[in-house]
């Protein structure tokens, strides 16, 4: 969905990467720095109510997720590494949203259908980390599971949009139908790529089990 935004973040960012590799400044440390503080904003920000401050923050860095990946580029150092790191702290900040976000409704018990707010960040909490390892799993079986309604940044998109709705007005409802729907598109991406897997690993136990008949 916001596949042509990243890719003119991407172009965007070039000068700004430019200039933070001439100041001897990493890719990884640029990783590892964005993920520090979107795990700070959302785990203060959020649960104590500052939802729409700490949305519009931590929306910014997710659209910046590529900078990394640019600079990585551009310095030639792209590679299995990096491409490691920058998933597994993807995935911690994930959970940090999440879980601000789960906290903002357990602290908040005044805010209307607070448990089903509870109930759904944590479904949305849940198979978001289950629908990246579907992919990494698939992956080491020989397969691959790249399937899907969202992606990461859409999902982290769609949560902090649901949240940040409900300081200019819009019913707090909105947003936990929101993050319903949004936990409804993580099982889905889930159940397609086990089952993409499942096809794929069968025509291929299929194709060893049938006899080359020029053999």
Same mark, same amino acid.
């Given at each position: ?11 965007? *960012? ?12 990493? +890719? ?18 959020? +649960? ?12 910014? *860095? ?12 551009? &310095?030639?150092?792209?590679? +299995?590494?990096?491409? *490691? ?12 949203? *999440?879980?601000?976000?789960? =906290? ?8 209307? %259908? ?10 949305? =909490? ?6 990246? %390892? #579907?992919?990494?799993?698939?992956? &080491? ?15 982290? =998109?769609?949560?902090?949009? #649901? ?40 025509? &291929? ?7 080359? +008949?020029?053999?």
């Amino acid at each position: 969905m916001l596949g042509g935004l990243r890719a003119a973040m991407q172009r965007l *960012f070039t000068p700004l990467a430019r200039l933070l590799l001439g100041w001897g400044v990493s +890719p990884d440390a640029v990783t590892i720095a964005g993920t520090v503080v979107v795990s700070v904003l959302a785990l203060t920000l959020l +649960p104590t109510g500052h939802v729409l401050l700490g949305g519009l923050l931590i929306g910014l *860095f997710v659209l910046t997720d590529s900078l990394d990946g640019v600079m990585a580029r551009l &310095s030639g150092r792209s590679g +299995p590494w990096g491409a *490691f790191l920058d998933s597994t702290l993807d995935r911690v900040s994930d959970g940090a949203v *999440f879980a601000g976000i789960t =906290l903002w409704f357990v602290l908040h018990p005044d805010l209307p %259908y607070a448990t089903w707010g509870v109930a759904a960040s944590l479904a949305c =909490l849940v198979l978001g980390a289950v629908v990246p %390892y #579907a992919r990494a799993r698939a992956e &080491s079986v020989g397969a691959t599971a790249t399937v899907g309604i969202a992606e990461r940044s859409d999902r982290l =998109l769609v949560a902090l949009l #649901a949240v940040v709705l409900t300081q200019v007005g819009v019913p707090v409802v909105v947003a936990e139908v929101m993050l319903t729907l949004l936990a409804v598109a993580s099982l889905v991406t889930v159940v397609q790529r086990v089952a993409t897997v499942r096809h794929q690993l069968s025509r &291929s136990a299929h194709t060893e089990a049938t006899p080359d +008949p020029e053999a």
